[in-house]
């Protein structure tokens, strides 16, 4: 579904932040993606998202190569990417209904579906009660998932989280990494950048390493050397 | 439950940026509006003034006779009356008026001075014509034709080169009035673009979300025409009836004061039109303008 071929990245005329990504991510998979702060973490993710553009090699999404395709194509390939952001980037002039409800507007849908569709969502996060709350009046946890409403609501076909755990509190992070279980379950691809070990060791995914721009994919860790490690 | 769609950028939360826009588009609208009445004056003048002159021209019965001799003001009466008569048979002329000494004392006065019972002074004889084709020229020639064999010293002016002149001279005024209304209308355009590149400046990052979550530059666009369309639009009514007031305030001072020299500001549909096509003008090109800088400023956005 998404492949990185000899992938470079380097901004203006400075060195490359990533250097030779080369991986692919299956319909379906579930990623963690990690290392060390600087490791270029932030720009992988702009490259999945498509608010970077490499500067070499190839990289294709959906079938598509996003190096050649036309603005249009690449917004339509959008559509298809939820994010979820670290510091949430909530509107905060909107709703937590009109936040979760933007990617909605955006894709055209009728406001009879976006109405029915933010409903469902919202109370899928727990938020049914706040849906005419405005984020300054929400707590951390309750942005997060207003944001992570917002990056799940038009059924994305891949979700990325940039750390998405990190500013709250164990139990709210373990509950929103349960969302995040139960959405790839249905088929959702997931890449969630973190730093969080504890987290990486408890869901026990495969995890891209990133390390002075390179990559390199880990397996699942076995659970007996989970169990030894703790 | 929202009923009304929230705008997705919060453009009209920079209060102190829309207010400045919104007076600087009013005050600009509305000296376009007045500059629009004034090249309606100045098209109504002009009219006026043409009319006046065109169509007519006038006969002169000099004093001094070809030989030299001046002569008596009864014999150039009599030759007056003689060119009425030749003239009056002319089928291309609609009247024939034999100008009195006290209307040519009067035409003379600018220059001489009160010359009012100074029977001596030999004042020429005037005719004014009226023709019925103004623009034919072989009628005029042949009426020219008919002034020499009454007369061969008299002589006729169709008032051509004065009229060319009046002609060029209101046109200078009336170009100068629609350049001010130009003008106008472009610093009002101007004023909205620079609100635009600063609002997209401001929005940046939400901008960036939109685009992140699939949102074409079309649909961004179109918040920003719709600001536009609406604030715009709105600052350009107000401006335009303001302007429209201030024509008619000063169009009623105006007219207690010289109401001989100009004429009356005329309040008529072609008027009317021309007024509102003022906001709708400063309204589309700004909606234009909006949408051509959003657009060149996403198109370089990833």
Redesign the interface.
């Known amino acids: 579904m998404i492949t990185f071929e000899h992938v470079g990245l380097r901004y203006n005329i400075g060195p490359e932040v990533l250097t030779d990504i080369t991986f692919t991510l299956e319909q379906g998979a579930f990623h963690f993606l990690s290392g060390p702060s600087g490791a270029g973490k932030t720009s992988l993710m702009k490259l999945l ?5 490499p500067t070499r090699g190839s990289v294709q999404m959906f079938g598509q190569d996003v190096t050649i395709a036309t ?2 194509q690449r ?7 939820g ?1 979820v952001f670290q510091e949430f ?1 909530l ?5 937590a ?2 936040n979760v409800a ?2 909605l ?3 055209g849908r009728k ?1 009879h579906d976006i ?1 029915n569709a933010c409903r469902e969502i919202l109370e899928w996060v727990g938020l049914a009660d706040h ?2 709350a405005r984020p300054e009046i929400l707590s951390g946890g309750q942005q997060q998932r207003v944001a992570i409403a917002r990056a799940v609501i ?1 059924k994305p076909r891949l979700l990325l989280a940039d750390e998405p755990t990190g500013s709250l509190d164990d139990a709210t992070g373990y509950r929103i990494m349960s969302l995040f279980e139960q959405l790839n379950r249905m088929g959702t691809t997931i890449v969630i950048a973190t730093h969080n070990q504890q987290m990486m060791d408890h869901f026990n995914h495969p995890r891209l390493m990133l390390d002075k721009g390179n990559l390199a994919v880990q397996p699942p860790t076995p659970k007996a050397a989970l169990k030894a490690a703790h | 439950m929202a009923t009304k769609k929230p705008a997705d950028l919060a453009l009209e939360k920079d209060d102190v940026g829309t207010k400045f826009v919104t007076l600087v588009v009013i005050m600009m609208t509305a000296l376009a509006t007045l500059a629009m009445g004034g090249a309606l004056v100045v098209h109504s003048l002009r009219a006026s003034w043409v009319g006046e002159v065109s169509g007519h021209m006038t006969i002169e019965i000099p004093v001094t006779a070809a030989d030299g001799t001046v002569r008596e003001t009864e014999s150039l009466g009599i030759i007056a009356e003689q060119m009425r008569d030749a003239l009056s048979k002319d089928i291309d002329i609609d009247s024939v008026r034999l100008m009195s000494r006290s209307d040519v004392e009067k035409l003379v006065q600018p220059w001489l001075g009160d010359v009012a019972g100074t029977a001596d002074l030999p004042l020429p004889a005037l005719i004014a014509v009226r023709l019925k084709h103004p623009n034919d020229a072989q009628a005029i020639g042949e009426i020219a034709q008919t002034v020499k064999r009454v007369d061969p010293v008299a002589t006729s002016e169709t008032h051509q080169a004065w009229l060319a002149d009046l002609k060029r001279f209101s046109l200078v005024l009336l170009m100068a009035a629609l350049l001010m209304a130009a003008a106008t209308i472009a610093c009002s355009i101007l004023s909205v673009t620079g609100a635009v590149k600063a609002r997209l400046a401001a929005h940046h990052a939400d901008i960036d979300l939109l685009h992140v979550m699939g949102a074409t530059d079309n649909y961004i666009g179109g918040q920003f025409v719709r600001l536009v369309v609406k604030n715009v639009g709105r600052a350009a009514l107000i401006g335009t009836v303001a302007g429209m007031i201030a024509l008619k305030t000063g169009g009623l001072v105006a007219g207690e004061l010289q109401a001989a020299m100009l004429p009356a500001f005329r309040w008529d549909f072609t008027a009317l039109l021309w007024f509102a096509v003022c906001p709708a003008l400063v309204t589309g090109l700004s909606l234009l303008a909006a949408r051509f800088t959003v657009l060149r400023t996403l198109a370089v956005m990833p």
């Not at chain 1, 917004?75 to 990417?81: K, N, T, V």
């Open positions: 998202y498509l608010s970077q553009l603005r249009a917004m339509m390939i959008r559509q298809r990417i994010v980037r509107l905060p002039h909107l709703s209904f009109d933007l990617p507007r955006i894709m406001p109405k849906m005419h038009g």
